[in-house]
Structures are given as C-alpha cells and as structure tokens.
C-alpha cells in the first residue's frame, strides 16, 4: 500500500511555455501533498507543502506565481510550473503524507528539461 | 536554518561487506528520523525510520543507530549487494510534517 504516482515521468517543453505535473495517491487519501526539486548530485529542495482544499504554503525563496499548485482532492495534487525557463529544468518529486500515519510516501518524480 | 548533513558523499564496499552510512543533524527538535534509498531517476525509497525515543531500530538487513546527545545518526546495511547501489538519504522533522534531507551518500558496491 503506499503508493504515489506522477505523471508525466519526463516532459521536453520549450522555453516560455507552461507544464503541469500531476501527483497521485493511489491507495490511501493524502491530507498533505509536498512537492520537492532536486538538482543533480544534489539533495531534495522542499518547494511547497500543500494540503487539500488550501492554499499551498511555499518555502522561502520559491516563486509562488510561477509554481502555481493546486490539491482539489484527497488523492491529487497539481504542480504547474509558468513560463519554464531553462534553469527550471529539474527534477520534481511529490510526496503524501495519509492522515495518521508517519512518514511522507514518495512519488517515482518527474524529469523535466525545457530547452 | 537548521539542516541534516552527511559526513562522507561517497561509500564504495566490497559486495558481502557491511556498509556503515552516517549523518549528522542539527536540529535537537527534531524527533523523528527517516533513512531514503534513491536510485538513479527514480525517487526516494523508505528504509527505515526512528523515533526519538529509541536508539536502535533493526530491519531486513538494515539497521538505523541514533545518538541523541551527539546528534548523530548511522545507517547499517549487512551483507551489501549490488542492488544497494544506490544514494542514501537521511531526513529529520521535529513534528512529522515536513522533512529536512541531507546532502545524501552514494553507495557503490564492489563485485
């Protein structure tokens, strides 16, 4: 049980488009969703937490209108990411965490490359 | 702010061996721990979590270590295999909500 997933798993869009990156709790109902970025070689970069019917609280030096996330459901949440730049170019992990149980279940993430 | 660290970024062990993983945090609020496994482009894997009121926690093959007074934290993997190739994350939260990661070990076993 546990199981989150993420669609697209890899996404190419040009510079100045928009992308959105879909999380999923398959199994279990996800009061919290987090959406994390990892550089290569580097850690996990919590970006924003964001918990269903609210809205998304982001960490300090991330851009809240450029990484627009929306948690309509208990088993879904939203990452769009506005006018993709180059630098966004990342990967981007979601995680859910169930109501009463420890621990955050992560998803398989989603490698997205704008050129 | 507070942030959970690794000592060493590379581990390379001879398959067989046992792998010893180490990670230091900072926050003495935190309470709660969780070892990740990574694999390249995949995301992270639970391992084995601990809390703070124990010092030991023993799984298939794993086993987390916590020292409370120096803050420090160790993963134990017995018998390493090939498929434990992998980046090894520490994380650490004071309220079970969000999580601060390490920087992160890369395994690599020897054959």
């Known amino acids: 049980g546990a199981v989150v997933s993420q669609h697209p798993s890899w996404v190419i869009c040009k510079s100045g488009t928009s992308v959105k990156i879909e999380c999923r709790s398959l199994?279990?109902?996800?009061?919290?969703m987090f959406w994390y970025r990892q550089f290569p070689k580097q850690s996990l970069m919590l970006m924003a937490t964001?918990?269903?019917?609210?809205?998304?609280?982001?960490e300090q030096g991330v851009e809240k209108d450029k990484f627009l996330i929306n948690h309509a459901s208990l088993t879904l949440s939203t990452l769009t990411v506005t006018s993709a730049h180059p630098e966004d170019s990342s990967f981007y992990i979601c995680?859910?965490?169930?109501?009463?149980?420890?621990?955050?279940?992560f998803g398989p993430g989603t490698r997205l490359t704008v050129t | 702010g507070e942030s959970v660290g690794l000592h060493l970024p590379t581990l390379s062990v001879q398959e067989g061996d046992n792998s010893i993983i180490n990670c230091a945090y900072s926050?003495?609020?935190?309470?709660?721990f969780i070892w990740y496994k990574q694999e390249s482009g995949k995301g992270p894997q639970f391992i084995i979590d601990i809390r703070s009121n124990m010092d030991k926690r023993q799984g298939q093959r794993v086993t987390v270590l916590l020292n409370k007074t120096v803050k420090h934290l160790s993963l134990q993997i017995a018998a390493t295999q090939p498929g434990d190739s992998a980046v090894y994350f520490c994380?650490?939260?004071?309220?079970?909500?969000?999580?601060?990661f390490g920087a992160g070990t890369t395994v690599t076993v020897r054959a």
């Open positions: 995680s859910a965490r169930a109501s009463g149980r420890a621990g955050q279940y």
């Open positions: 994380a650490e939260t004071p309220n079970d909500y969000k999580l601060s």
């Open positions: 199994d279990f109902q996800a009061t919290t």
């Open positions: 964001s918990n269903e019917g609210s809205k998304a609280t982001y």
């Open positions: 926050n003495s609020a935190s309470d709660y």
